[in-house]
């Protein structure tokens, strides 16, 4: 199961529930503009310090949204390495087991968006040579 197979799992359940607590999930959807918004730190910083606190509490659905996010937000694999070994620090061996989850999602993630980038510059290249 990939982390992408994650979300894929959860967004069905989170729809099932937002349909019974709208109320709920939109302060909950604004509290999250409000602390992920940049400002003194920046987003990917915020991002990684969320896939930390998700290691510490062995949250998959945490670790892959929140790797994600810092992927899209700029965030480098080494920046997701430190801020998983303070994580590890913090948490001690179980956080080994989801700092390894979370680096991999990491990973699987910028992997993406590496492959996403690679297509769109091979498209422009497309479209600028029959031009």
Known sequence: MTHHDVLGDLNPQHRALRTKIPDVYAGF???SKAAFRPGALDTKY?????VAVGVVHGC??????HARAAVKAGATREEAAEAIGVS???????ATIHGARAYDAFCEFADAEDEASVGVSAGAATTTASA
Do not use: T, V
């Open 29 to 31: 959807g604004q509290l």
């Open 88 to 94: 590890i620090l913090m948490m001690g061996g179980p």
């Open 60 to 65: 998959d659905g945490c670790i892959a949204s």
């Open 46 to 50: 915020k991002e990684l310090m969320a």
